[in-house]
């Protein structure tokens, strides 16, 4: 139903949105080490 597939994307767009942070997070530690 409607109300399902709202929840699905809604659940796969705040794993996009919590991986891309997370990228963020290593790219960031990765820099601080290296300067």
Same mark, same amino acid.
């Given at each position: !139903?409607?109300? =399902?597939?709202?929840?699905? !994307?809604?659940?796969? #767009? %705040? +794993? $996009? %949105?919590?991986?891309? @942070?997370? $990228? @963020?997070?290593? #790219?960031? +530690? %990765?820099? =601080?080490? =290296? +300067?």
């Amino acid at each position: !139903t409607a109300g =399902l597939i709202v929840k699905e !994307t809604f659940k796969k #767009r %705040i +794993s $996009n %949105i919590e991986q891309g @942070i997370m $990228n @963020i997070e290593v #790219r960031y +530690s %990765i820099d =601080l080490k =290296l +300067s």
